[in-house]
């Protein structure tokens, strides 16, 4: 008997290069030209040849083949049969997905095949399955008899998982990534609840493939309760299409998702069709979906499609609470010093009241825009030239107004830096449009208009530093400009909402879009303050309001900008430590009267995920709005412990002293399994929908299928669900 006793494994293993490799596993190294990452390394504490020419290794022995790692107490190699007897407890490891512990084997020298006793099979570190036997075969697949596969956790003082499944074999398709199951039965805390002759379900590193996806139960006061049960259609690696039958006791629904990938973009569709009672007369449904597409010369094709049969159905089945549904084919391209936009929509109201024949639905927009420098005169100058037309449904006079608009524009701008730091801007905007009128006799077929704006700015920012490392910056701004005022203008058709916020305060024109540009002599007076301390503390402020040398009456009394003088804009941010942060935009009439105001309170960290907020309006006519708004709203998630954690939410109409949406939620999930449960009401009511309850529930057990995360694994060990 030839017999090696290293004194250290490294010892050990340099014998073994030299003497084991090249003989006992000589095939591994023909094999390396074949795609093989080559011969084999075998280490061990104690390597002997016994009597029969058998290679045996003792002591906490490593085999290293191809991507597999072998480990084991024993392994002895038979040279004539070409296989690896292996004591155990062992374990082989191929990558970081397959784990697989046994008592005892025998392996062919590629550890490709073989018969494995008393076996555990690991897959991604999360679906774990315990058999009497394992089987190898051809590298592919492995087989196990007698198998019970669960990804919970099993303690000796509790051995029962929270859910497995018993099943008389199971195979693993190392390629495929599936599990097929024979004669399975599914326990949930030992007690049986279903069984299946035949099963497959995808592995937990499985991607992509066809099968059923995890089904929820439904429970609606309106549509009654049944299941969800999605269902996915892979149609080779680029696209897919998901359905999703939705029956109940009111409702047969068909919900649907297609996507697909090209080089060159992305497609995506959703919606659903429906049958209920409620509606019992029509086919009910809706369509959303769009795809973005990078064509020639780096333009952007977009292209968004919304649809829906009725006003009510997007409500009632809890789809969304869209109330404006918006239909374009956009193509445009954006450069450093250039933007070009051409755009076709359409539009369609699902607000109350709203009569989508005298609405301008079709609309059709065209953008150009350039930047340069102007050689000379310095700063930075803008032209831009644009065309818009919207067409609405009726032909009636004065509603079924239609209008088409060109416009030009030509703005400039330059900064210099004055004495103490000031920092001076004068800049300049000229512009024209022309429009087409029709089916209006209040104005005439055309009109064509000129603007012309003249503008300065100052500003002094001033910062101070403390010893203890905190900054102050102050800085005044005072900004005056000057526009003749128009007689006649245009129907007013894309600039009816302009309100005065921290975001325009500073700004010479607060109009959206180029129906109505602000006119008159005007001044931005303001300031702005932030503070930043290392103790984490940041404080930031604007105040400031508008005054005019002759009233406009360009702006309607809710905007805050009417009038001589605007309302005094106030808004503050506060934030500490990244945790608790409050913001609050106000505006404020001379009485100290709030015409507007929007508040919000967050608190965050580890556990907490807080959020309230508070809005206040005004009635305006001109918006419709004929009562004051007064609106409080809640939303909370809380991390109660390790596996359990719930959320909150609540909408409460204070000015109507009733609740408008409430609702909560509750997750339970550990390593193997997660438990979905919502409870929702709806309290207001249109003519259609009236006042609902949704109850709503999925379980999914964890280990099938990859969501393209990393394991969850919790950290409550051993923990049944309770």
């Not at 025998?106 to 679906?127: I, S, Y």
């Not at 374009?328 to 051409?342: H, M, P, Q, V, W």
């Not at 309230?612 to 939303?635: H, K, M, Q, V």
Request: hydrophobic content about 35%; glycine content about 8%; overall charge negative.
């Amino acid at each position: 008997m030839f017999e090696i006793r290293p004194v250290t494994r490294i010892l050990a293993s340099a014998v073994l290069v030299a003497f084991a490799i090249p003989t006992t596993f000589a095939h591994a190294q023909t094999t390396t030209q074949q795609g093989q990452n080559g011969p084999a390394s075998l280490v061990a504490d104690a390597i002997s040849v016994n009597s029969d020419g058998d290679l045996v290794a003792t002591g906490n022995v490593e085999v290293f083949f191809d991507g597999a790692h072998l480990k084991a107490h024993k392994i002895t190699y038979q040279s004539k049969q070409e296989t690896l007897l292996i004591e155990g407890p062992m374990s082989l490891t191929r990558g970081t997905e397959t784990l697989i512990l046994a008592d005892s084997g025998a392996l062919v020298r590629d550890l490709q095949e073989g018969l494995l006793v008393g076996a555990r099979l690991v897959l991604n570190q999360q679906l774990q399955m315990a058999a009497n036997q394992i089987q190898r075969v051809d590298g592919r697949y492995t087989r196990l008899y007698k198998t019970v596969a669960s990804s919970c956790e099993v303690c000796a003082s509790n051995p029962t998982p929270l859910w497995e499944i018993r099943a008389e074999s199971i195979v693993h398709d190392q390629v495929e990534k599936q599990l097929y199951f024979e004669k399975a039965q599914l326990r949930v805390m030992g007690v049986p609840i279903f069984y299946l002759p035949y099963m497959r379900l995808p592995g937990p590193s499985l991607e992509r493939t066809r099968g059923f996806l995890i089904p929820s139960l439904v429970s609606n006061s309106q549509l009654g309760q049944g299941v969800r049960i999605p269902y996915f259609l892979p149609f080779g690696t680029s696209k897919d299409l998901t359905l999703a039958p939705l029956v109940t006791n009111n409702t047969n629904t068909m919900e649907y998702r297609y996507r697909q990938a090209f080089q060159n973009g992305l497609l995506e569709f959703e919606g659903a069709i429906s049958k209920d009672d409620i509606m019992p007369d029509i086919t009910r449904g809706y369509l959303f979906g769009g795809g973005e597409f990078v064509v020639a010369q780096d333009f952007i094709l977009n292209i968004r499609a919304e649809i829906v049969s009725d006003h009510d159905y997007l409500l009632t089945y809890d789809f969304s609470d869209q109330d404006l549904l918006n239909s374009t084919i956009d193509l445009s391209r954006a450069k450093r010093y250039e933007y070009i936009s051409t755009a076709l929509s359409n539009a369609e109201s699902l607000r109350e009241g709203d009569d989508n024949a005298t609405l301008p639905n079709l609309a059709f927009d065209s953008v150009y825009e350039r930047r340069f420098f102007p050689v000379g005169v310095g700063g930075s100058a803008t032209f831009s030239a644009s065309f818009h037309a919207a067409q609405r449904q009726s032909d009636e006079n004065i509603v079924g107004r239609d209008v088409q608009r060109g416009a030009a524009f030509l703005s400039w701008k330059k900064t210099a830096l004055v004495g103490n730091g000031m920092l001076f801007s004068a800049g300049a905007d000229v512009g024209a449009e022309l429009y087409g009128i029709e089916q209006d006799t209040t104005y005439p077929p055309s009109e064509f208009l000129t603007y012309g704006t003249l503008g300065a700015e100052l500003r002094w920012p001033l910062m101070k530093s403390s010893q203890d490392g905190t900054k102050h910056l102050f800085e005044p701004i005072v900004q005056v400009f000057y526009s003749p005022l128009q007689s006649d203008l245009p129907p007013n058709e894309d600039s009816q909402d302009a309100t005065l916020d921290p975001g325009n305060m500073f700004s010479g024109n607060r109009f959206p879009g180029l129906d109505r540009l602000e006119a008159g002599t005007w001044a931005n007076i303001g300031l702005t303050y932030k503070r930043v301390s290392p103790d984490g503390l940041t404080f930031g402020a604007t105040v400031g309001r508008v005054v005019r040398a002759q009233d406009p009456d360009l702006f309607y009394q809710g905007s805050g900008l009417a009038g001589f003088q605007s309302d005094w804009l106030a808004s503050f941010e506060v934030d500490i430590l990244d945790r608790l942060s409050f913001a609050s935009h106000s505006l404020i009439d001379d009485d100290f009267s709030f015409t507007r105001s929007e508040n919000l309170l967050t608190y965050t960290d580890d556990r907490y995920n807080i959020s309230t907020g508070y809005i206040w309006l005004t009635p305006e006519p001109a918006l419709d709005r004929y009562t004051n708004t007064s609106e409080w709203t809640f939303d909370a998630d809380y991390l109660i412990n390790s596996t359990w954690s719930g959320d909150v939410y609540w909408r409460y109409d204070l000015a109507a002293v009733t609740p408008t949406e409430a609702g909560f939620g509750l997750t339970y999930q550990n390593e193997c399994v997660e438990i979905d449960l919502s409870l929702s009401h709806r309290f207001t009511s249109s003519d259609n929908v009236d006042p609902s309850t949704s109850v709503g529930m999925t379980v999914a057990l964890t280990g099938f299928g990859s969501d393209g995360s990393k394991p969850k694994k919790s950290v409550q060990k051993c923990r049944r669900f309770n």
